[in-house]
């Protein structure tokens, strides 16, 4: 990328790339590390700039360790500064039939990765990162829930912790667009030409990570509208049901946006369908196009129990979804936020190859049970919307 190029993106994106290698990174990093990584996501960019902006802004922003080492003041995208952080305990790769699971910092095993290696993205990240904190996770685990709603129990039946994205303060959200720009930008190389990148998000931030996709130079293909029942919404104002007893605070979430992006093809569609396997979706049956609505019911207790994360998508929509990337059948998706490893499941189900990467070592071990048990599940497809015949 030319200088020129580099100046192309809107002001303050060479703040936020600043300020998003820092968190997505496990340990503070020096002047060097953060210059690198930041030519890594904008191309050349001027080191006096960098080293400015830090002189600047420490320690408003910044704490700077006496070995010359930068971090954020507020660590929630990366989570608390310590020993371990510094020298993670990576676990050995997990494999399972045609899955390949990495437990590994998602930033650090992008930049590893050869260019133009992956033929389709597939994830369901941390919506607002700040639920993914370790203290929120504590909170969560414990039942005290933080940022996290712990939902009443309904006849018995225990309902899952939900993230409350009303609560994320304006630099979180700042946090939140500079988390996917840089994201992006470093997964765009490693991406074939034609590659679709399917983002699952949430219609209260979705707004941010989409308009943060296209700046990083991703092109924008419409969305999969998930259509679901969820807890979040409806609520009378809080402490005065009865006074306003027609009132609803907000809409009852009936759906979930799934955000449909593609690294431009080379040449015409059918170009790339040749040369690199890529560059559209692949239909259900001959005459029927995939479709951008499918109806998907709650995850089912007996599929949690398979693997207990708090976001588990269900198989009956990540199939559709999943088998849909690869046009023809052929190259490898991945899922850099991978979770408990639903989505490599999937892969597993429909006969794809697949790679995921999981930083927590508590859904890396929930994963590499979770995979095998999860791709063998018998999932019933809605008629009216069967994508995954």
């Known amino acids: 990328m030319s200088q020129t190029q580099s100046t192309r993106y809107p002001p303050g994106h060479v703040r ?3 300020l998003a290698v820092m968190s997505l990174s496990g340990s503070p990093l020096s002047v060097k590390e953060i ?5 890594q996501v904008l191309g050349p960019t001027p080191t006096s700039s960098i ?3 830090l002189r600047l802004n420490t320690p408003e922003l910044f704490m700077r360790e006496a070995r010359g080492k930068y971090a954020p003041r507020h660590r929630e995208a990366g989570g608390p500064a310590s020993a371990d952080d510094e020298q993670p305990h990576w676990q050995p790769a997990f494999r399972s039939g045609n899955a390949t699971l990495f437990h590994a910092d998602c930033f650090d095993w992008i930049t590893r990765q050869p260019d ?4 389709g993205v597939v994830t369901d990240p941390p919506y607002g990162l700040h639920e993914y904190t370790a203290q929120q996770q504590e ?3 414990s039942g005290k829930g933080g940022v996290w709603r712990i939902p009443p129990s309904f006849d018995g039946n225990k309902r899952s912790p939900l993230p409350r994205f009303t609560t994320l303060t304006r630099q979180q959200l700042e946090d939140l667009r500079a988390f996917f720009f840089v994201w992006a930008r470093l997964l765009l190389p490693k991406l074939v030409p034609g590659a679709h ?16 996709l296209a700046d990083a130079g991703l092109e924008r293909r419409g969305e999969i509208i998930r259509l679901t029942m969820t807890l979040r919404g409806g609520d009378r104002p809080k402490a005065a049901h009865d006074e306003f007893p027609e009132i609803s605070v907000m809409p009852r979430s009936m759906w979930e946006p799934w955000l449909v992006y593609r690294k431009p093809v080379e040449g015409r569609v059918q170009d790339n369908l040749r040369r ?3 560059g559209g979706l692949r239909r259900p049956a001959t005459d029927k196009p995939f479709g951008d609505v499918i109806e998907s019911a709650p995850t089912r207790k007996a599929e949690r129990q398979l693997a207990a994360h708090p976001s588990l998508k269900p198989q ?10 690869l046009p023809l059948g052929e190259g490898v998706v991945l899922d850099p936020f991978a979770g408990a490893g639903s989505t490599l499941a999937a892969a597993e189900a429909v006969g794809y190859a697949s790679m995921g990467v999981e930083k927590d070592p508590r859904f890396f071990e929930m994963a590499k049970t979770g995979i095998p048990r999860l791709a063998r599940y018998k999932v019933r497809l809605n008629a009216r919307n069967d994508q995954a015949r």
């Open 139 to 141: 909170k969560m685990r």
């Open 35 to 39: 210059d690198n990584r930041v030519r």
């Open 51 to 53: 080293r400015s902006y």
């Open 16 to 18: 936020d790339a600043i």
């Open 316 to 325: 009956a929509f990540l199939r559709q979804v999943v088998r849909a990337v």
């Open 197 to 212: 990148v399917v983002v699952a998000s949430n219609p209260l931030v979705s707004y941010i990570v989409s308009s943060s």
């Open 276 to 278: 690199w396997k890529t």
């Open 116 to 119: 133009c290696g992956i033929h």
